[in-house]
């Protein structure tokens, strides 16, 4: 079976840091781009990040919003994509959703999703 | 930067109804927009690719149109299990990939 496990999430104060793991099975990893998707309380949704397979150099994109305080990384021998999350807002509070792209070519067609791990940030 | 708006926010609707959702871009997406379906507490789900193409799995009742900058997804015939946020993307810009506001289909 296809599948993404996020873990990770928890209550952090505000200016501290933590990491998301995105751990995938039933497919090849290392083909995937990656994303990350956000979604605050009550809110829309956010895409935070993609990293691409290393056959396209793992070229790694951000949104604005975390830009330069987010980096977005994989580990393909363990099929494992992370999200570091430094200099934590109150604004990042939100679930936080990993994501397959339905290709090994494509952008934005998000097939395969994650459950969500929440993150809290507060003091 | 791009912008992705969504009209509706909200709709109220009876099954069996037509439902049509529209995404407009503040620039050209070509026909890179895809779609998604949200169920509260739940992940979302892929519903349409390059703007018409159903993905694997999805009832036919779905459907998308549009490109450039104009878009459309429609459901034919709403059942009830399709009240749901949905929501489009665009992926033709690849430095930043924002989704639309949401349009939430609630039941009359």
């Known amino acids: 079976e296809v599948q993404l496990v996020e873990s990770g999430g928890g209550l952090v104060q505000p200016g501290r840091s933590l990491r998301l793991s995105c751990t995938a099975s039933?497919?090849?990893?290392?083909?995937?781009?990656m994303s990350w998707v956000r979604q605050a309380p009550g809110k829309g949704l956010e895409w935070v990040s993609f990293i691409r397979s290393k056959a396209y150099g793992g070229a790694t994109q951000y949104a604005a919003s975390v830009s330069g305080r987010f980096t977005v990384s994989r580990d393909d021998s363990r099929s494992i994509a992370y999200l570091q999350m430094n200099s934590l807002k109150t604004e990042d509070t939100a679930v936080y959703y990993c994501s397959r792209e339905r290709t090994t070519v494509s952008t934005g067609a998000f097939d395969i999703w994650g459950q969500g791990t929440m993150v809290t940030v507060s003091s | 930067d791009i912008q992705m708006t969504q009209s509706p926010s909200s709709l109220s609707a009876s099954v069996g109804d037509r439902v049509t959702i529209t995404c407009r871009a503040s620039q050209s997406v070509s026909n890179y927009l895809n779609w998604f379906q949200q169920k509260p507490g739940k992940a979302p789900k892929l519903l349409i690719y390059?703007?018409?193409d159903l993905h694997s799995g999805v009832p036919s009742r779905f459907s998308g149109s549009g490109s450039g900058t104009d878009f459309t997804l429609t459901i034919s015939s709403l059942q009830p299990e399709d009240f749901a946020t949905y929501y489009c993307?665009?992926?033709?810009?690849?430095?930043?990939?924002?989704f639309g506001g949401g349009t939430r289909v609630e039941i009359k």
């Open positions: 390059a703007a018409s």
């Open positions: 993307l665009q992926s033709y810009i690849t430095s930043a990939l924002p």
């Open positions: 039933g497919f090849t990893f290392g083909d995937y781009t």
